[in-house]
């Protein structure tokens, strides 16, 4: 069983930036293909951003391309999600999820961590 910890959330004004952190202790995060998605209030969860095992191939909903880069540091066991420009409506709880392979369903989900951008 793998669980994965994201880290980094907090409150940032609308135009600043965040660095989320995800991060599974004891797994080497290589095999692991990761996605990062978020759930606002009172809303579905959706997918944000999402990096290859490798970490060559990365893909971003519409929302958030250009401002958010998805990253990671295999040495590390950490993978990143650098937020800019954020704005309200990017307010949600941030959610890490791991799955064995490049593409398919994700296997491990972490528990979040919440993102408030104040307009």
């Known amino acids: 069983q793998v669980q994965p910890v994201e880290s980094g959330g907090g409150v940032v004004q609308a135009g600043g930036s965040l660095r989320l952190s995800c991060a599974a202790a004891?797994?080497?995060?290589?095999?692991?293909?990761v996605g990062w998605f978020r759930q606002a209030p009172g809303k579905e969860r959706e997918f944000v951003a999402t990096?290859?095992?490798?970490?060559?191939?990365?893909d971003y909903a519409g929302s958030v391309k250009g401002r958010f880069t998805v990253s990671r540091d295999n040495a590390k066991n950490t993978v990143y999600l650098q937020m800019n420009s954020l704005k309200p409506e990017d307010t949600a709880v941030y959610y890490c999820a791991l799955r064995v392979a490049n593409v398919g369903p994700y296997n491990y989900w972490g528990q979040g961590t919440q993102v408030t951008v104040s307009s």
């Open positions: 990096i290859s095992r490798s970490g060559k191939n990365t």
């Open positions: 004891g797994r080497t995060f290589l095999n692991y293909g």
